[in-house]
């Protein structure tokens, strides 16, 4: 009787339809984030003058659901790896689905913050997931070009949502725009069909049938029968926090690491998307164009996801995160002192590729650096640490628009943290990365001995 390893299966796999509708399904789910971000940002003048607001309410409603997505983040991270991932992703889906639009209903700031934070923690909660998910199914040439790809739908969604915010918002107020949000719902049958459980939480729940389903449509040659059994990991692990996980196996520098980056990425991203029409209004553009900066920011972020995600698998994560960051220090540098149009939108798509596309490619990054039982965990918490970046900016770049600075120093200012970006990465230490260690075959590691384990199958 043969004995066939599921993950060799999965890594060595033809890309197939499988593989596109995993794209395609996870894609749209993480198109409505980018959406969800975006909208709040172009209402918030139809919002304070409706409900009399300061702009201070206006920005700690903006914090509050950050905070939201944050404990999302690490919350659902966690509870996926106890669970299962797609119960989590659909779970999620339904809750910011739900609440998105529910906020377009609100009659006052308080049931409107409320639905924003629930809302929120959906989000936060879906994106580690389904970055864990598609680096689980993915085959292993194109792993990171898939992870990045998937979320570059995250741009896609800006942009919709400053299009959408354009044609709506004059003729029929902002409600509608939050409405449209709730679209996934109709799409959730499909969702459920389409996206499949985690090969290793299946096989740690004993769900064989369901396994060998998986992995006939990954390889319709091999036709596992019923006669088929599983090897799992017989030896009782030792109990701690999946948190704790991330610190061992001489990780902990790393993770730091990486959180730090996350951080900085996230605070050039919300920095750009809260701030970027006044800052470009206080370069002397008119504010008229603020729109397509914010399109051309995100166009930027996909073109760079999509182009430098595949040089990756060549160069490495590191040699290709860290030029970006510093292209994006330059870009932010130097955008205060040309006048020209053209060459500015060229340095807004830089510092879009710098920002959000760093951060999807960091994903793909992080996803693979962690084994599989804590990459949900691994993902969520790097992103939660992240969002508190996204909670900063706002306030920070306020506070550095009160001082008076030239607009140019405003840009450098906020350049300073794509250089720690880059700083943060330079630091991170592969060798104990467990894709590494897999490689090499570390009998000693106890997370690699439990991939191969769980990982295996045999009559």
């Not at 996350?262 to 920095?271: D, E, Q, S």
């Not at 962690?370 to 920070?396: K, L």
Request: net charge positive.
């Amino acid at each position: 009787m043969n004995r066939v390893n599921a993950g060799e299966i999965i890594d060595r796999s033809r890309f197939s339809s499988f593989h596109i509708s995993l794209m395609i399904w996870s894609f749209l789910i993480i198109l409505i984030d980018g959406y969800d971000v975006v909208i709040y940002g172009s209402v918030v003048p139809s919002l304070i003058e409706e409900w009399s607001m300061s702009p201070v309410t206006a920005g700690a409603i903006g914090s509050y659901t950050v905070i939201g997505t944050a404990v999302g983040a690490v919350f659902f991270g966690m509870i996926a790896d106890r669970i299962g991932r797609k119960k989590v992703i659909v779970f999620c889906t339904i809750l910011f689905s739900v609440f998105t639009p529910l906020s377009g209903l609100a009659d006052g700031p308080v049931t409107f913050t409320v639905f924003r934070v629930i809302a929120g923690l959906g989000l936060g909660g879906v994106m580690p997931n389904v970055i864990a998910l598609t680096t689980e199914y993915a085959p292993k040439r194109i792993r990171n070009v898939m992870v990045s790809f998937v979320f570059c739908g995250y741009s896609v969604g800006a942009i919709a949502a400053a299009l959408v915010s354009k044609s709506i918002l004059p003729s029929m107020g902002w409600k509608p725009i939050f409405w449209i949000a709730g679209l996934p719902l109709l799409l959730l049958p499909f969702i459920v069909k389409a996206i499949p459980e985690s090969v290793s939480f299946l096989l740690d729940k004993g769900k064989d049938h369901e396994i060998k389903k998986i992995l006939n449509k990954l390889n319709t040659k091999l036709e596992l029968g019923a006669n088929t059994g599983l090897i799992r990991n017989e030896t009782l692990e030792k109990q701690s926090s999946p948190i704790i996980k991330l610190f061992e196996k001489k990780r902990a520098f790393s993770t730091i690491m990486f959180w730090i980056s996350c951080f900085c990425c996230f605070l050039l991203i919300y920095a750009m998307n809260t701030w970027l029409p006044k800052l470009m209004l206080q370069a002397g553009y008119s504010l008229g164009s603020s729109l397509i900066f914010v399109a051309m920011m995100n166009v930027g972020a996909i073109v760079g996801t999509i182009a430098f995600s595949g040089l990756t698998d060549k160069w490495g994560f590191k040699k290709v995160m860290i030029p970006l960051y510093i292209c994006g220090a330059i870009a932010l540098s130097a955008i205060g002192l040309t006048k020209n149009t053209l060459v500015a939108y060229l340095l807004i798509g830089v510092i879009g590729a710098a920002s959000v596309g760093v951060q999807n490619i960091s994903n793909a990054f992080v996803s693979q650096y962690y084994p599989p039982s804590v990459r949900s965990t691994g993902i969520g918490a790097t992103m939660a640490f992240g969002r508190v970046g996204g909670i900063v900016a706002p306030t920070f770049v306020g506070i550095l628009l009160t001082m008076n600075l030239p607009a140019q120093m405003n840009f450098t200012v906020i350049a300073i943290f794509a250089v720690l970006g880059a700083i943060s990465i330079f630091f991170v230490q592969e060798r104990y990365a467990h894709y590494n260690n897999e490689a090499e075959g570390v009998e000693g590691s106890e997370d690699n001995n439990q991939d191969k384990q769980i990982t295996a199958l045999k009559a």
